[in-house]
C-alpha cells in the first residue's frame, strides 16, 4: 500500500489512543482541503500488508485509517483491515470523501465497510467547516456505525 505516515498513540482520530495509519491518495480535492499533498496516488512509500501488521501488532492499539482517502486503495485495505479483523480483532475506524450512499454502490467499497467499525464519511465543506467538531471537519461529514447501519438497513450514526 501507499502510506504517508503512522502516527502511534493518537487521540484525535477517534476514540482512546489508537494507531493511525494515513494512507496516499485522494481525487475528491475538497476547496479547503487541509492535506492537498496527500492527493498523489503515487505519494508516500510503499508498504507490504506484513510491514503494516507488525506495526499495529506492536501497539496493541485500535486503529484508525485517513489520509488522503484510505478508500482510493480498496482491494489493498480490504486486505489489511480483513487481516486485523481476524488476527487482532481490533477497533478500526476510517475517514473517506465518499459518502455512504456512494459506497453502497460500489462492490470494492462495500468490502471494506465488512471488516471496519465507523465510517466518517463524506467530503470536506469548506463552508460548513467548524472546528469545534469532535472527529470530523464539517457539518455534513457523518460517524457512521457500520454495523448498526448494515444490520438496520438505515445510516446509524455512532455515539460512545
Ligand atoms: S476527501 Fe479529505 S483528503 Fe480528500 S480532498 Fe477532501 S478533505 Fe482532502
Redesign the pocket.
Known amino acids: 500500500m501507499r502510506v504517508l505516515h503512522i502516527v502511534e498513540g493518537t487521540s484525535v482520530d477517534g476514540p482512546g489512543l489508537r494507531t493511525s495509519i494515513y494512507l496516499a491518495g485522494?481525487?475528491?480535492?475538497?476547496p479547503?482541503?487541509?492535506?492537498?499533498e496527500?492527493?498523489a496516488m503515487n505519494g508516500g512509500e510503499q508498504r507490504s500488508l506484513d510491514e503494516l501488521m507488525e506495526v499495529i501488532a506492536y501497539n496493541e492499539a485500535p486503529v484508525t485509517f485517513s489520509?488522503?482517502?484510505p478508500l482510493a486503495q480498496p482491494v489493498e485495505l480490504e486486505a489489511l483491515t480483513r487481516r486485523i479483523k481476524q488476527e487482532l480483532g481490533y477497533n478500526m475506524w476510517c475517514?473517506?470523501?465518499y459518502t455512504w450512499e456512494e459506497i453502497v454502490e460500489r462492490p470494492e467499497l462495500m468490502a471494506v465497510m465488512r471488516n471496519i467499525d465507523v465510517l466518517v464519511d463524506s467530503?470536506?465543506i469548506l463552508e460548513q467547516r467548524d472546528t469545534k467538531l469532535r472527529f470530523r471537519?464539517s457539518h455534513n461529514q457523518r460517524i457512521i456505525d457500520v454495523g448498526a447501519t448494515l444490520a438496520n438497513g438505515t445510516i446509524t450514526l455512532w455515539s460512545d
Open positions: 485522494c481525487r475528491h480535492h475538497c479547503g482541503c487541509h492535506n492537498p496527500s492527493w489520509g488522503g482517502d475517514y473517506t470523501g467530503r470536506f471537519g
